[in-house]
C-alpha cells in the first residue's frame, strides 16, 4: 500500500473500504453460484468463505501489480528529478525550499515523485527532521533507485558535499542502467519475434498446403 500510494493518512480509509469491498465481491459471488446449484448450508457456507478469499487474494495480486508499475514510473522520473534538484540547488534555495518547488511544480513532469516530496514536506511540517523524513520514504519505497537518491541527499544535508558532483553522476548513471535494461528489452522482444516468425510457415507454403495433392 506504501509503494502504492496509500498508505498517507488521507488514503487509509481508501484502502480499508477497498479491501472490504474485494472481499464482500468474493463472498457475493460464492453465494450466487452457490444458490444457482441448489447448495446446502454447509456448501453455502464453504462457497462464501471461497469467494471472499478469492477477492482478498486477486485484490492483494492487483495491488502488487499496481505498485511495481508505480514504482516503475517512480525510477523512470528520478534521473530528470535529480537534474531539477540541482539546478534548484545551484541557484541558492535550501534543500526544503527546492523539494517544495518540485512537489508544487514538477507535478505535470514528475508526478509520482512529487507526490513522494509532498509527503515528506507535510512530515517536516510537523517538526520531522528532513534527513529523517526523507529515510521515512526511503523505508516505505523499499526500492534500490530511490535509496541511492535519498543516501545521497541525506549525505549532503548533513555532511556537506559538492551538490553538482554527487547529483549528476548519480543521474548519470541511473539514465545508463534504464538506457541497458530497455536495450535488454528491446532485445529480448527482437528475438521473441525472430523465432516467431521462423516458426510459422510463410505464405506460400499456407497456400501449398490447401491446395489438394494430384493423383
Do not use: H
Amino acid at each position: 500500500m506504501a509503494r502504492l500510494g496509500w498508505a498517507r493518512s488521507g488514503s487509509v480509509w481508501l484502502a480499508q473500504v477497498a479491501w472490504a469491498a474485494a472481499i464482500a465481491a468474493g463472498v457475493f459471488v460464492g453465494l450466487v453460484w452457490a444458490l444457482s446449484q441448489g447448495a446446502s448450508a454447509y456448501q453455502t457456507a464453504v462457497a462464501c468463505l471461497a469467494g471472499g478469499a478469492a477477492g482478498l487474494i486477486g485484490f492483494k495480486r492487483w495491488v502488487l501489480w499496481q505498485a511495481e508499475r508505480r514504482m516503475a514510473r517512480i525510477r523512470a522520473e528520478l534521473p530528470l528529478t535529480i537534474r531539477l534538484l540541482r539546478l534548484l540547488l545551484n541557484s541558492g534555495l535550501a534543500y526544503e525550499m527546492a523539494f517544495r518547488r518540485v512537489a508544487e511544480e514538477g507535478v505535470d513532469v514528475v508526478p509520482e515523485v512529487s507526490r513522494e516530496l509532498d509527503g515528506v514536506l507535510r512530515r517536516t511540517g510537523t517538526g520531522m527532521p528532513l534527513s529523517q523524513s526523507l529515510s521515512l520514504m526511503q523505508k516505505r519505497l523499499d526500492d534500490a533507485d530511490v535509496s541511492r537518491l535519498t543516501g545521497v541527499l541525506v549525505q549532503l544535508i548533513s555532511m556537506g558535499g559538492s551538490i553538482d558532483r554527487s547529483l549528476i553522476n548519480l543521474a548519470e548513471d541511473l539514465e545508463k542502467r534504464r538506457e541497458s535494461m530497455l536495450r535488454e528489452q528491446v532485445n529480448k522482444s527482437a528475438g521473441k519475434m525472430s523465432c516467431l516468425l521462423y516458426t510459422s510457415p510463410s505464405p506460400r507454403d499456407r497456400t501449398r498446403s490447401r491446395m489438394p495433392s494430384s493423383a
